[in-house]
């Protein structure tokens, strides 16, 4: 079974692209994460868990969504992480999350994919995305190959920086830059609670037909880059710049 989280489409395009060629299906986790339902995934098939990383990790609310789903003592799990640009050191995590779990752990393999973080950087225009993820299938290729031999992911070389970027550094940036205080909307809003629906924490309210922001935010760009009248700002960094989906993957 192939498990994903994703703001923005790349790791569900993931997601789809493994399920398709495994024979298998493709799950979205912010159902379970949105509607509080606990998850189980007994079936004896290998789990293949994929998101993007935040800050050279899983997700905060994908990891805990793990944590605490019930799964069976034993079966393989492998991690497919998309990023703009690398990983870091993200496998560590999930290498002591499957220990805990008493699953076996099968790697992590990393997929660059299109940029989506508009609330820091810039994202890449549609001919140089579709560039990026065209060089991004055979590695997803690779990756199937694996899974389906059963066969674990190639280990990846890790530097100090590595070490670095997904330890104290994401802690840095959980703490210091993942807030929700500089969503605006505009007059361009026409109160339709897409961005409400979407959010797979629920920290957008509707208030007299306008969204509102709370505090609970994973900064997964899916209400920024969603908003069909692009109404939505992140203070004044994103204004003017083009917002980011994947293409479905078909
Ligand atoms: C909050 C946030 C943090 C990110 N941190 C990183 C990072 O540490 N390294 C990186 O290469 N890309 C980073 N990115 C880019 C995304 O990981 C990348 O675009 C990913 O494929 C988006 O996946 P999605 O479309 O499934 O949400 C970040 C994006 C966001 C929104
Ligand atoms: S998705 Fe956009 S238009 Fe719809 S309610 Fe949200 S901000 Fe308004
Ligand atoms: S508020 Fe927007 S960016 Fe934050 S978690 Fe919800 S959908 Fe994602």
Redesign the pocket.
């Known amino acids: 079974m192939v498990i994903y989280f994703s703001?923005t489409g790349n790791s569900r395009y993931c997601a789809r692209m493994i399920a398709q060629n495994l024979g298998d299906r493709a799950v979205d986790a912010a159902r379970y994460i949105k509607e509080y339902i606990p998850a189980e995934f007994t079936a004896e098939a290998p789990l293949v868990f994929v998101s993007p990383v935040y800050g050279w990790r899983m997700p905060k609310l994908f990891y805990d969504f793990i944590a605490c789903c019930d799964i069976v003592a034993g079966n393989d799990a492998y991690f497919v992480l998309t990023c703009g640009s690398d990983i870091g050191n993200a496998g560590k995590q999930l290498k002591e999350l499957c220990a805990q779990k008493r699953i076996n752990y099968r790697g992590v393999l990393e997929v660059v994919m299109p940029e989506n973080y508009i609330a820091m950087f810039p994202v890449p225009n549609e001919e140089k995305s579709e560039k990026i993820i065209s060089k991004a299938l055979p590695v997803l290729e690779k990756g199937i190959g694996c899974i389906a031999q059963r066969k674990p992911f190639p280990e990846r070389r890790i530097s100090l920086l590595d070490k670095a970027k997904s330890s104290f550094v994401n802690d840095i940036f959980c703490r210091y830059i993942i807030k929700?205080s500089p969503?605006r909307v505009d007059d361009r809003c026409i109160g339709c609670g897409k961005c409400a629906d979407?959010?797979?924490?629920n920290?957008?309210e509707l208030k007299d037909g306008k969204p509102v922001?709370n505090k609970d935010?994973?900064?997964?760009?899916?209400?920024?880059c969603h908003c069909p009248t692009e109404a939505i700002e992140y203070g004044r960094k994103s204004v003017g710049k083009r917002r980011y989906r994947c293409p479905e993957y078909k």
């Open positions: 703001g929700s969503f979407l959010c797979p924490l920290n957008i922001w935010c994973t900064h997964c760009m899916a209400c920024i």
